[in-house]
Nanobody
Framework: QVQLVESGGGLVQAGGSLRLSCAAS????????MGWFRQAPGKSREFVAA????????RYTDSVKGRFTIARDNAKRTVYLQMNSLKPDDTAVYYC????????????????WGQGTQVTVSS
């Protein structure tokens, strides 16, 4: 079993930045790739970014490319999402997730999920 504990999030103005953190415990951490998803009010959960634990491979949804950066620290068993140039459309609950399938964008590829962190971007 894998447990994911998130921190970060909050209320920021458009153009501002936030860094989300997700600490993983349990399982064999090096075998898991990590993803970030978000769910805006009234919308379905969508893929944001993913990173492999075995190397530096990353992938992003088009709407966040150039603004968001996913990173990992295997020693700390933590994955981060640095969010810059935030827009009101980025407002959502952000979720951390873990999979052993490698870089994946589909929700059903992920076995474990964090509790969610609210990000609100005001205009």
């Amino acid at each position: 079993q894998v447990q994911l504990v998130e921190s970060g999030g909050g209320l920021v103005q458009a153009g501002g930045s936030l860094r989300l953190s997700c600490a993983a415990s349990g399982g064999t951490f090096s075998t898991y790739s990590m993803g970030w998803f978000r769910q805006a009010p009234g919308k379905s959960r969508e893929f944001v970014a993913a990173i492999s634990w075995s190397d530096s491979s990353t992938r992003y949804t088009d709407s966040v490319k150039g603004r968001f950066t996913i990173a990992r620290d295997n020693a700390k068993r933590t994955v981060y999402l640095q969010m810059n140039s935030l827009k009101p459309d980025d407002t959502a609950v952000y979720y951390c997730a873990a999979t052993q399938l490698g870089l994946r964008a589909r929700i059903n590829s992920y076995d474990y999920w964090g509790q969610g962190t609210q990000v609100t971007v005001s205009s």
